[in-house]
């Protein structure tokens, strides 16, 4: 939260320091006029690289500081991005409607704006990144780049305020995801729905406000952007019915597959053989050597806010090579209760009777990915050589 403090004062001391406008009243220029015209001018030229600056700023300080997802601050933090977004882009709409409003502010305002928005979506890589693997969230990581890309080609054009309005509603729906359950305790479709109707609560009042700060302007506009909205409420809808969304506000934490597991007080303690160096470092697919009748585990721990309670699926997939296609072996379910730092931890196990690739899917009771462990099985007549691990 520091550099967002540091940089809207920074803004602020912009502001103050701006030459007063030509024709004002009372204006006299001080021994530093030169340097503030300087100043001017050079905001005003790279005005659009300074906005693409605020996106990157919001992105560096909310990565560095969002630890939880259900800590009191985190939730202040999304709760000034919103007010601040709830005021400062129907404040520019009026400026932008109004010739006699002053210039100076016409600089500033969507400065704070876009800075603002990176902090929105650096919280949103930091926590839908963390709530699933890279093949669930990179539509987010795609719109990340279309924001850049859109922020630079609508920033002077008459189509910012259906730009920036479109994103504010795409902001307030991603956060409402994550935000409603924390309060309410629940997960599943009523707990989705719910949140979709705390953002159009709240984008209407927003939508009242262009309208009364800039009635002339925003009837010119108002179907381009509740049409933008629509597209978003249906893209979000259409993510959650078909399992793509990621399931917030859960996170995956450590998981992995092991010879056995075991719970000892205070920690979990497993046998695991040592992984070759491209498995460590490079991501590469472990292999698990197992005796004939042997066993596996599978290890997850899974992060949830305070007081949720919900089950976690572990799923155990072998592929058949001969259909092409993945078999589920066993499906595996137990409780978690939310609240602890590195997640609720648990683990089920598994007989392996085929060689091959497998994959253990820690999911929701209603499907959603949270984690994949995929692995090869190698059966042998000796057990290989193993180690005792203590889990985190």
């Not at 307030?172 to 949140?195: C, D, E, N, R």
């Not at 959650?240 to 920690?267: C, D, E, K, M, Q």
């Not at 296609?325 to 392996?352: C, F, H, L, M, N």
Request: proline share 6%; with cysteine.
């Amino acid at each position: 939260m520091f550099p967002i403090v540091r940089s809207l004062a920074w803004i602020a001391q912009l502001v103050e320091h701006f030459p007063e406008e030509e024709g004002v009243p009372g204006s006299s220029p001080g021994p530093s006029t030169a340097m503030q015209q300087k100043i001017s001018g050079w905001v005003q030229k790279y005005e659009k690289h300074l906005s693409a600056f605020a996106v990157v700023a919001g992105f560096i300080a909310d990565t560095v500081f969002f630890e939880r997802i259900d800590l009191w601050q985190t939730q202040i933090v999304f709760a000034a991005y919103t007010a601040i977004c709830f005021i400062t882009i129907p404040l520019h709409h009026w400026m932008e409607s109004h010739e006699k409003a002053s210039s100076r502010w016409r600089s500033i305002v969507p400065l704070i704006t876009q800075f603002t928005f990176g902090g929105f979506w650096s919280g949103f890589v930091v926590f839908y990144g963390r709530s699933a693997d890279v093949s669930v969230s990179w539509p987010f990581l795609l719109i990340l780049l279309l924001v850049f890309l859109g922020n630079e080609y609508f920033y002077r054009s008459h189509e910012q305020i259906v730009f920036t309005s479109v994103l504010f509603f795409f902001a307030l729906y991603s956060y409402a995801i994550f935000a409603v359950p924390i309060y309410t305790k629940t997960l599943g479709t009523g707990t989705f729905l719910l949140s979709g109707l705390m953002a159009i609560g709240v984008f209407a009042l927003f939508t009242a406000l262009l309208r009364v700060l800039g009635r002339e302007r925003f009837l010119a506009d108002v179907w381009r952007i509740r049409a933008g909205a629509l597209g978003v409420f249906i893209v979000f809808t259409a993510s959650y019915f078909t399992n793509i969304l990621p399931p917030l506000p859960l996170s995956s934490g450590p998981a992995g597959v092991y010879h056995s597991v075991s719970r000892v007080p205070g920690a979990y303690m497993a046998r695991s053989e040592p992984d070759p160096w491209r498995v460590r470092y490079l991501g590469f697919t472990p292999t698990r050597h197992v005796v004939p009748g042997g066993s596996l585990f599978a290890y997850s721990s899974v992060f949830a806010p305070t007081k949720l309670t919900t089950t976690i699926v572990h799923r155990w997939q072998w592929y058949d090579s001969v259909e092409k296609e993945w078999v589920t072996k066993s499906v595996i379910a137990y409780q978690i209760v939310g609240g602890r730092d590195g997640g609720y931890r648990g683990y089920s196990t598994v007989p392996i009777r085929q060689s091959g690739k497998w994959r253990v899917v820690v999911e929701t009771v209603d499907g959603r990915r949270i984690a994949r462990l995929p692995f090869i099985v190698e059966i042998v007549a000796v057990e290989p050589p193993q180690k005792v691990i203590v889990l985190p």
